[in-house]
């Protein structure tokens, strides 16, 4: 079975947009509505994310979507971005053998960059640490 898509109510859909395209490249779907109301976007494996406006975001405190990096050296230049795109963004720190950062963004919903730690643990470590 495959999942066919997730949605996500967030405040600003348009700044959801900016956001999951400029720092996480998603990309519209084709033939697809985007409007200030909902929009459909996509990642690299084609998985569908549809994203709507809704007045009062609340998720349960566990619930956030994650995107997989191929390295630690992605989770760090994507953290990197975002604190350049004036987001308050915690460090990237080691986890269960992943390097991984959790972003509340601004419309609603948090956001976990991750990926998982080499044979090399010291790739992940954050300085000084």
Do not use: C, W
């Amino acid at each position: 079975m495959k999942l066919n898509h997730i949605n996500l109510g967030v405040t600003d859909v348009p700044q959801a947009v900016e956001i999951f395209e400029r720092f996480f490249g998603l990309r519209q779907a084709d033939g697809m509505p985007r409007t200030d109301a909902m929009t459909f976007l996509l990642d690299d494996a084609d998985s569908l994310i549809s994203v709507f406006r809704a007045r009062d975001v609340v998720y349960p405190k566990v619930f956030h979507i994650g995107f997989l990096q191929d390295s630690p050296a992605q989770v760090r230049a994507i953290h990197a971005q975002l604190t350049q795109g004036g987001f308050t963004v915690p460090a990237p720190r080691e986890n269960h053998g992943r390097l991984t950062f959790y972003f509340d963004a601004p419309f609603g919903v948090v956001i976990e960059v991750e990926s998982f730690l080499g044979g090399d643990a010291q790739d992940g470590r954050e300085e000084g640490s």
